[in-house]
């Protein structure tokens, strides 16, 4: 716990002046400057408020040595860049409502916090609050039974002109970002007390609203479902006004919260409980300006990094809720239809990353040796968070396929790439002839669908995705042989094919003048592999496949190479609850590999899954491991792996012991 805080403030608006006028009543904050991008609008806050310096920059705020902490309390739109900036800072942030447009840029501002070990909070004042607090604890000791309905709302009519911030798109306008975000994190709250959970998530959200005539809702309603029974309603406007309030339904009655967000600061807070056959009853708590509480416990978790008042994962759920209300209402905004760094800066990779890169053979570029798997990202936001993230840590190798998304994955990509103007830089794996269309016609047709998708006149690696034992593999060496002399690939190789056919092909390429394949793309890791878990793929996790691969030198791309997750810490002998990693890896000697793994991951000071990969990374042979992030901070932990240097005794000792 920190004793004093000095805060500064970013982006003088109405929100900032009723933190910056209720800070002097907090146990450890105090006001020690302002940014803005109008000076004498900066000026004339400071002076109003008793801060002791004002900037015309934002920048210059975070420049300021004396400043612990800072208030963000900027447009939408751009709270995400604000927030990595001030964490490269080295500042603790308090962030406005929402953290960011989409649960993309608020899983960015949240890895940047962690990644530079700084306190982020977003600043949903009324969770700290006693009332929100005492009504939590009514309905964890059930007050009310059991819980099955929440109704909560936040709506209001302005009397702002229709050009203003709350109906201009590109500032993140609407009722569902200003203010929909209290009901929909307070449902959760109620929702977790109700499970015995800090707060849960919905597993489907529906709605409906009305989009006025600049695009933004200005009224919008949604049902949170929770499962088994346990729903939510909420509304948000600013077109509306609703009697904002919590009510909680449960089996034996119900409570209400009549002025959850904005009570009054010096009355106390109340929350009234209906229950069958007994008198209604008030619980009242202390009157508590919620502004300088929300001060307050930034300072008291300030060493934690993060408080369970607004946790990091409390905060990207209801990131999540959010997107998918707006998506119901089919709201989206110009920022989530471009491509544009997170923090604002041009694309470039970091000084001083830690990637290691290699060579294939054809493919003139350096290749990183983690790769980029393009087949699980939610939409462009999500796709160019991910990509560009990949790149500053030096990664510049993607690897996708005609069948992911039905080609929306490489579409994604072909527009990252084409956006960013990096297709120089940038190496592209691309995969096609899958089953059931495995044939040279096929490949042919879906090379061409997947470059018009790709943006790009060419790939720079193409892998058949599949094999089809019935067709001679001297066919598809010519196909894929006549592709790269027409210059729409620039080297070739396979995917899931067993080594018994990429030798066949080797020989046939070499007898006949082919380039032959630049690569193989199986299943390979620590763990041996006893199944695979689809249909048609192969593994090379066995002794003899181990052996081929050592002497024949071919540059292997492993998919699966931490192998599924047996090397997180779920996989445990007595633990058969995913019947998948139970099928395909549970034995005694993967658990006993397993084991060595997690003792040198403990000497080494890096989780286990880091020494799976390194394995990976340190065989006699090339390889280039596919990883499939979903989250930034899945891609720190693959990266984990180039802090390990493993020697070649220890290599075979976590393969043999």
């Keep these: ?31 020690v400057a302002v940014g803005s991008r109008d000076p004498e609008r900066g000026a004339a806050f400071a002076a109003e408020f008793g801060a002791a310096r004002s900037y015309g920059s934002y920048q210059d705020v975070l420049d300021d040595p004396e400043i612990d902490a800072v208030y963000l309390a900027t447009p939408h739109p751009i709270h995400a860049r604000w927030v990595i900036r001030a964490a490269e800072a080295g500042k603790h942030v308090l962030c406005e ?24 909070m977003e600043a949903y004042m009324y969770r700290c609050h006693p009332q929100i ?11 009310i039974g059991t819980v099955h309905h929440i109704q909560a709302s936040f709506s209001f009519a302005t009397a702002q002109d229709p050009t203003g911030r709350l109906f201009l798109p590109e ?48 009224w919008a309603v949604a049902t949170l479902d929770f499962g088994d029974g346990l729903v939510a309603q909420v509304a948000a406007g600013v077109r509306v006004t609703t009697d904002d309030t919590i009510r909680v339904y449960g089996s034996e009655g119900y409570l209400e919260v009549s002025t959850p967000w904005i009570p009054p600061a010096d009355e106390p807070g109340r929350v009234t409980v209906h ?36 946790s990091w994962a409390d905060s990207l759920g209801n990131a999540a809720a959010l997107d998918a209300w707006r998506q119901a209402i089919g709201l989206v905004y110009p920022s989530e239809r471009t491509v544009a760094t997170v923090h604002g800066r041009p694309l470039a990779r970091a000084a001083g990353h830690r990637m290691p890169y290699g060579q294939l053979p054809g493919i003139t570029k350096p290749v990183s040796r983690l790769v980029m798997g393009v087949d699980n990202q939610r939409d462009l936001t999500h796709a160019t968070v991910m990509f560009d993230d990949f790149v500053e840590q030096g990664g510049n190798c993607f690897d996708t396929a005609w069948l992911y998304g039905d080609g929306s994955m490489e579409r994604l990509l072909g527009e990252w790439v084409a956006s960013h103007g990096v297709r120089d830089e940038v190496v592209i794996i691309g995969k096609g002839a ?15 669908e997947s470059l018009e998708r790709l943006r790009t006149d060419h790939v720079d690696l193409y892998l058949m995705h599949r094999d089809n034992l019935a067709i001679p593999v001297g066919e598809f060496v010519d196909a894929m042989e006549e592709e790269r002399a027409a210059g729409r690939v620039r080297a070739y190789g396979v995917s899931n094919w067993t080594l018994d056919r990429v030798e066949q092909a080797a020989e046939y390429a ?57 090397f997180t810490g779920r996989a445990h002998p007595d633990d058969r609850s995913d019947p998948e990693l139970v099928r395909c890896y549970y034995s005694e000697s993967n658990f006993a590999r397993l084991a060595r793994a997690e003792e040198l991951a403990a000497s080494l000071s890096v989780p286990a899954t880091a020494v799976a990969l390194a394995y990976v990374l340190h065989q006699p042979f090339p390889t280039f491991a596919l990883i499939g992030p979903r989250t930034l901070a899945e891609t720190h932990g693959s990266l984990r792996a180039l802090d390990v240097q493993l020697t070649p005794e220890q290599v075979s000792w976590l393969e043999n012991g």
């Excluded at 003048?513 to 041996?528: I, K, P, V």
Aim: aromatic content about 6%.
């Design 1 to 31: 716990m920190a004793d004093h805080l000095s805060w500064g403030i970013i982006g003088p608006g109405r929100i900032a002046r009723a933190f910056a006028g209720q800070l002097p009543r907090s146990r450890t904050g105090r006001l």
């Design 97 to 120: 409502k929402p953290l960011a447009v989409t649960w993309a840029h608020a899983m960015a501002a949240v890895e940047a916090a962690r990644r530079h070990d700084v306190f982020l």
């Design 133 to 143: 607090q005492a009504m939590t604890e009514l309905v964890r000791d059930g007050a």
């Design 171 to 218: 500032l993140g306008g609407g009722g569902i970002l200003d203010v929909g975000g209290y009901p929909v994190s307070a449902a959760r709250l109620v929702a977790g007390a109700a499970l015995g959970l800090p707060f849960a998530e919905p597993v489907s959200v529906t709605g409906a609203g009305h989009l006025g005539d600049t695009g933004v809702d200005e």
């Design 275 to 310: 229950r069958v056959g007994q008198d209604v009853r008030e619980v009242t708590t202390a009157a508590v300006p919620q502004y300088a509480a929300e001060a307050d416990v930034v300072a008291e978790h300030l060493d934690a990094r993060q408080s369970p008042t607004m």
């Design 434 to 448: 899958h089953t059931p269309h495995c044939d040279p016609e096929s490949l042919h047709r879906q090379l061409g």
């Design 510 to 566: 070499e007898r006949n003048g082919r380039a032959g394949f630049a690569a193989l793309s199986n299943h390979f890791s620590l763990a041996e592999a006893y199944a695979v878990p689809w249909e048609g793929c192969v593994h090379v996790t066995d002794a003899v496949s181990r052996d081929w691969l050592r002497t024949h030198d071919l540059p292997l791309l492993p998919w699966s190479s931490q192998a599924r997750g047996f």
